[in-house]
């Protein structure tokens, strides 16, 4: 699944996942392999796509602080639950949810793409079944919450589908 953190004024949308050789870290249709060591005095070694820079982490409630290259950056992590709180108020076909839970094995669009109702956004497996899941409407894909290979529990986010410019909803 990914999450979302806002740095300063953007939204960035990003996920972790596990590979036979450690993690990767999601960003922008991109994945780099990723690693962070433990080390002294809250210190810790940050490896991205092969390069390691020290990193002092710190985390209170949904903001993390991050020093790096001596600059502090002060992410704020969006809870999916409250980021999509409103979805019910603007139209609870926005938003595809799991029906169950679940691991996405594949996804047959891109964000920004046009998509219309009916059309599969992706394609889900729980219990040794795979289920097709379709756009409730026609719009655009403003957002993939989930990544091939990922699991996810029951109404969890799985894509949403905002209207799009030639007013289709």
């Not at 390069?51 to 002060?74: C, P, W």
């Not at 409250?82 to 076909?93: C, I, L, P, T, W």
Request: hydrophobic share 45%; glycine share 10%.
């Amino acid at each position: 699944m990914s999450h979302a953190f806002v740095l300063g004024a953007d939204e960035h949308d990003v996920g972790l996942a596990r590979t036979a050789s450690g993690y990767a870290l999601h960003v922008g249709g991109e994945a780099f392999p990723v690693a962070l060591h433990p080390g002294a005095a809250g210190v810790h070694e940050l490896s991205v796509d092969g390069r390691t820079l020290s990193v002092a982490v710190a985390v209170r409630g949904d903001e993390v602080h991050v020093h790096l290259r001596g600059r502090t950056f002060s992410l704020r992590y969006l809870d999916p639950l409250e980021r999509f709180a409103g979805d019910a108020e603007s139209g609870a076909d926005r938003v595809s949810r799991a029906p169950m839970p679940g691991a996405v094995i594949s996804v047959a669009v891109r964000i920004g793409e046009r998509v219309e109702r009916g059309q599969v956004l992706m394609v889900i497996e729980s219990m040794k079944m795979e289920t097709p899941i379709c756009a409730a409407r026609d719009g655009v894909v403003q957002a993939l919450h989930v990544d091939v290979g990922r699991t996810f529990e029951r109404d969890a986010p799985l894509a949403t589908i905002e209207p799009d410019e030639r007013g289709a909803a």
